[in-house]
């Protein structure tokens, strides 16, 4: 079946209680061929549409994507401006069978609580009742029941770290042949849980349970998709929690059915959901005690993939403050040292105030004495799992030494995701005792294989496990674990 669909998207997960809001300059902007360019032979979402439309023999027409770091919530003239361009190249894709978005569902802009749901029913309104709308989420969306009723099919990712972006993406387009052929007929119920929760690896129990819990009712003839979404908890908006989206054929009675079915098991669960937490000290301790290594410690509580500074310097002060040895750490964010090391060059002695320079909340700066080891352009192709084939650019970066300790610094604010970055460096993690980054979860997918272990490292940040420690001035109450007498089903 031949059909013509646009691929398109805004993509961002808003971190309200980061200082700033973001603006246009911080996103990235792909518009028309780009997308293809950067999309090609990348697991990603817009990758495995790609190549479903090659499957298919459809004609895929690229509009206009755009993406932007975790970060604070969006100026609504940034909004306003993308939108608008992603609408009108719609407008001049059309006529068109159908859409495929690649969004995030933890989109929050100036005056706009739900970006996506915003999103899809603009699109929506712009190609009729009669083009079939497909969307792709990221498991961390506070995904809505309004977004779902713009959709004819809302897919999310099942996995933490999202290795599975790509399977998604093809997914969604894989489906629009039987839209437009009317063998399915979805209709999408989403369940809302009072609940929040850290980060939860899907490896591990009891995100692995809920997952397989989905996939078993996914087997019954008239469930077309069950996605557990944990939500994004870093966000005061009235929709914040853990959501359930069911779709049927035909039948919203059994989506919901379906979606309540999984809810109330995590709901009866959520003890199983609180995390085991370290302090830095407690988590380098614990690392010493492990036999052989690479240990991996993951400061948590400062992971720019949840909109965070990437220059907390808790973690790394109790590394030096322990004076180990054999140790690496990659990286933290802070372009004003990078550029120092760069003008002072290989082998030089420097003295450098590192990190800390966001607020006192992460951390006061490092006044160091460091040896500038390696300079580098920050430019690596992505091996991990998840995303692989990405280009990645961190600008100037500097690997310097204090102590026993190498620590990598970028000049672009990012999570950690696999060891190219340390390689790039030439340093090969499996040989060090300990490995220390920044990153909540995605990390395990390209560092899982080669750890010994893995220790969170949590202290103050803007994605500390300890999800009850930020104020709510408009997440609707009660909620768990903030609320003990948060109850489901919601009366």
């Keep these: 079946m031949s059909f013509r669909f646009a691929v398109g998207g805004i993509s961002h997960e808003t971190n309200t209680y980061c200082k700033h809001k973001t603006e246009i300059e911080e996103f990235k902007i792909w518009r028309g061929q780009q997308i293809i360019d950067n999309s090609s032979g990348v697991r990603s979402f817009i990758g495995g549409m790609m190549d479903a439309a ?23 003239a940034a909004y306003d401006s993308m939108l608008a361009e992603l609408l009108d190249g719609i407008k001049q894709a059309m006529p068109l069978d159908a859409v495929a978005l690649a969004l995030h569902g933890a989109g929050v802009v100036e005056g706009i609580d739900d970006l996506e749901a915003h999103l899809c029913h603009s699109v929506r309104d712009i190609v009729g009742p009669a083009v079939k709308i497909v969307a792709v989420f990221d498991l961390h969306g506070n995904i809505t029941q309004c977004m779902a009723d713009a959709l004819d099919m809302c897919l999310g990712v099942h996995y933490y770290p999202h290795v599975d972006g790509y399977e998604r993406g093809h997914e969604a387009v894989m489906s629009i ?36 819990l989905c996939w078993e009712i996914e087997k019954r003839e008239d469930i077309l998709d069950c996605t557990f979404f944990h939500g994004f908890p870093y966000t005061d908006i009235p929709h914040v929690g853990l959501m359930v989206s069911a779709t049927a054929n035909g039948n919203v009675e059994n989506a919901r059915r379906a979606a309540q079915e999984v809810a109330k098991w995590i709901w009866d669960h959520r003890q199983e959901f609180v995390r085991e937490t370290f302090s830095p000290d407690e988590a380098i301790e614990k690392a010493l005690s492990v036999s052989g290594g690479p240990v991996v410690i993951n400061d948590t509580a400062d992971n720019p993939g949840g909109g965070t500074p990437g220059d907390a310097t808790h973690v790394l002060r109790a590394m030096i403050e322990h004076d180990l040895k054999d140790a690496c750490f990659g990286f933290i964010y802070d372009p004003e040292v990078a550029k120092q090391c760069h003008e002072a060059g290989v082998g030089k002695r420097i003295r450098v105030s590192l990190g800390g320079k966001y607020d006192d909340f992460h951390g006061a700066p490092l006044d160091l004495l ?117 109850r489901y089903p919601i009366s």
């Excluded at 090659?54 to 609504?76: C, D, K, M, W």
């Excluded at 849980?193 to 692995?208: E, N, Y």
């Design 177 to 212: 042949p039987r839209l437009l052929s009317g063998e399915w007929k979805p209709v999408t119920h989403v369940e809302h849980v009072p609940m929040l929760i850290a980060s939860s690896p899907t490896r591990l129990h009891p995100a692995r349970t809920v997952n397989e």
């Design 54 to 76: 090659e499957e298919l023999g459809a004609t895929l027409v690229p509009v206009f994507y755009t993406r932007a770091q975790p970060s604070g919530t969006i100026s609504r």
């Design 370 to 486: 460091v040896y500038v080891k390696c300079l580098t352009d920050g430019r690596f192709i992505q091996q991990t799992p998840m995303g692989r084939g990405s280009r990645v650019d961190l600008g100037r970066m500097a690997r310097i030494v204090t102590g026993g300790i190498d620590i990598l610094v970028s000049s672009v604010r990012t999570q950690t995701l696999d060891p190219e970055v340390f390689l790039l460096h030439g340093i090969d993690v499996t040989r060090y005792k300990i490995v220390a980054l920044k990153s909540s979860t995605h990390f395990r997918a390209g560092f899982e294989p080669i750890a010994k272990q893995i220790i969170a490292a949590d202290s103050p940040g803007l994605t500390t496990l300890n999800v009850s420690h930020f104020p709510r001035e408009r997440t609707k109450r009660p909620i768990w674990p903030i609320d003990q007498d948060a």
